[in-house]
């Protein structure tokens, strides 16, 4: 049924869909209104799970970890410095191969307190061997949170999936909301190989020295990549149920393009409006909307964007002495490539800051206009 | 010895719950501690374990020394993990499942207070267990808030004594209303037993604070372990008591809020501070004036504990104590 909601309910929504049996988290901007309607669900039966009103993210993290050691399926979700003080249990969940579901809704990190769109707080979060899913709309808030644990629960693995602060979380779009039946065709119920089991008693995460770890982490990364074929696998069959495809990443007029914007969140549609005035101009641009970071789909992109000339990566991020991550990322995974493309990293948007379609013509028009990068990365927009 | 009471055997959990192999140092408390809980929780019980000198002695990948389920989780999270489980166990319809958090004082009253604080406020389903061996031993004796004043660590080398009195967990955890609150120690296993038999009948948080020898922590001869924690508590340093909030009310034939705390061993014998401290090698540069402050404050703690024992008009004649639920 087609509704008008805000991203954050979106999510909320999703979960209830998903008949997850545990819940925990903890307040904070924009995230809020998630744990507020979970509560509300919860509280009047909606949602036949428990919710842990913990005193803190750190602590929402380790409840989960220990709801989904003991089998049942759990979901938490946060932001910014929530999501950083969750650190170590994230890296915890991954490492004990729980398919736990993460909503995130990126917001920048302080100081100074800033709580708009901002995504370093999840990139920060790359190396913790989570699933992460960057989304654009609110349809793929909902959609994504139900393929999810789907996705999890066959790769055992955790998922995080982040939208931008307001501009999703806070904002009403019109969802189609799946019917409850569907989503039970699509995700069967949860029935782990493993778990804290009073007859069957297993002792989970203990003492391993040097001549188990390494194979225990090869073996996770191996997992990590091999999930990207699960999840096409998902995609697929969602939208067989739903009639909605979703990708490792999206591509928007590359076909003939000579230049590539690579973009993450909402700044995707923002590019999508630009890439289309540009055409109109006779300018072959085109956009891969990054959807999947973790595992990173190397051959996916590749394949977009290794025969081109131009690659831009507008990143709404910052790792202090390197630039955007998603651009060092695109640019490692191309280095090895006969052909590569010159790629231009671009900061954009930190905190929050406007990017308009106007902006992105900007950053095209200079990449159109240089041989090679003249600043790595351009921060675009910054005042002097 | 002070005789508490016998434990009925036919209440014994049959099977030994902990075996063999245990990676402990001789003479450990912690070790001994486990045998003797799981005697009273039995097999329906999942443990779970910080980090702490737990995570070593339970054995090494792919062995377990505890034959229930068992849980490793991050240092400060003991409490947290165990409400998360008591979540899932209910959902799936196990709630006579205990879940057991097992930590030492280091992940009890420092880093992981907060978690703590925050399941015994929710007053979570769970079993909460402090093996006290008052410092951070699995990373080589270093100081936390229960050491005790003047007390040897490697954080307080000679020349940098500890000045601060030990952390009151007992009243911190009490001031959260929970339902059942016990101290107990090796040196009186049938108290323990019982105290642990007794939990898997109270619903909410239950902690149970343990005063757990160690000997390379406390310098003390292996083989001395329990006789030294057994001065602890006749020397009224580690008073071995239980608090409880809830009473059965015979007027209106339910439950009803009605504190009643009960000292299970009453000392058999004068012992001052300074004797139990001239026991262990820990408290070697401890001054008498210190002595004579902790000593006060013994007394006084002491006191207080007695008068809240009379004070609800039970005090138990029978040194075991207050068996009702
Ligand atoms: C977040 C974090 N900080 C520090 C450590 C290192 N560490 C492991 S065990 C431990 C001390 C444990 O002390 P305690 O809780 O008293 O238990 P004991 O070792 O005495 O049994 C420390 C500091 C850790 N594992 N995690
Ligand atoms: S250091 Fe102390 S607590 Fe740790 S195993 Fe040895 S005796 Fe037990």
Known sequence: MKQVIKGNYAVSYGVKLSRVKVVSAYPITPQTTIVEELSEMCASGDLDARFIKVESEHSAMAAVVGASTAGVRSFTATSSQGLLLMHEVLHWAAGARLPIVLANVNRAVGPGWNIWADQTDSMSQRDTGWIQIYCESNQEVLDSVIMAFRLAEKAMLPVMLTYDAFFLSHTSEIVDVPEIEQVDAFLPSYQPEFKLDIDNPRMFGGLIGPEYYYEERYVMHKDALEAQAHYQQVCKEFNEIFGREYDVCEEYRTDDAEVIVVTAGTITSVTRIAVDKLREQGKKVGLMKMRMFRPVPVERWRKVLGNITKVVVIDRNLTAGLGGVLGSEVQATLYPMENRPVVYPVVAGLGGRDVAPDDVIGIINYVLSNDKPTDVPLFWGLKQ | ?325
Request: proline residues 6%.
């Open chain 2, 1 to 325: 010895m002070q005789k508490t009471i016998d434990i009925p055997r036919e209440l014994m959990t049959e099977k030994e719950l902990l075996q063999p192999g245990l990676l402990s140092c001789q003479g450990c408390g912690a070790s001994l501690a486990m045998k003797l809980a799981m005697k009273g929780l039995g097999e329906r019980t999942v443990v779970v374990i910080p980090a702490c000198c737990w995570s070593i002695i339970i054995g090494v990948y792919p062995y377990s020394t505890l034959q229930v389920p068992v849980i490793h989780v991050p240092f400060e999270t003991a409490a947290v993990s165990a409400s998360g489980i008591r979540a899932a166990f209910d959902a799936r319809g196990e709630k006579d499942v205990v879940v057991m958090a097992w930590a030492g004082d280091g992940g009890t009253f420092d880093i992981g207070i907060q978690s703590l604080s925050g399941a015994a406020e929710r007053n979570d389903d769970i079993l909460y267990v402090c093996y006290d061996n008052e410092a951070y031993m699995n990373t080589g004796i270093q100081r936390s808030s229960a050491t005790p004043v003047g007390a040897w660590t490697t954080t307080t080398p000679e020349g940098s004594i500890k000045e601060e009195p030990k952390k009151d967990i007992e009243e911190i955890m009490l001031a959260h209303h929970i339902p059942y609150m016990a101290t107990a120690s090796v040196a009186y296993p049938d108290d323990m037993y019982m105290k642990f038999k007794k939990v898997r009948y109270i619903t909410g948080t239950k902690f149970i604070h343990l005063l757990s020898p160690c000997p390379p922590g406390w310098r003390i001869d292996p083989s001395k372990s329990v006789q030294i924690t057994r001065m602890a508590t006749q020397a009224k340093v580690f008073p071995i008591y239980e608090v409880r909030r809830w009473g059965f009310s015979k007027e209106r034939g339910c439950l009803e809020e009605n504190w009643k705390y009960t000292i299970n061993v009453y000392p058999d014998r004068e012992l001052s501070t300074k004797e139990y401290m001239q026991t262990q090698g820990r408290f070697q540069q401890i001054t008498e004036e210190m002595v004579h402050d902790v000593q006060k404050r013994v007394d006084r703690k002491w006191d207080e504990l007695v008068r809240k024992a009379d004070g609800s008009g039970t005090r138990s004649q029978d040194p075991g104590g207050d068996s009702s639920l």
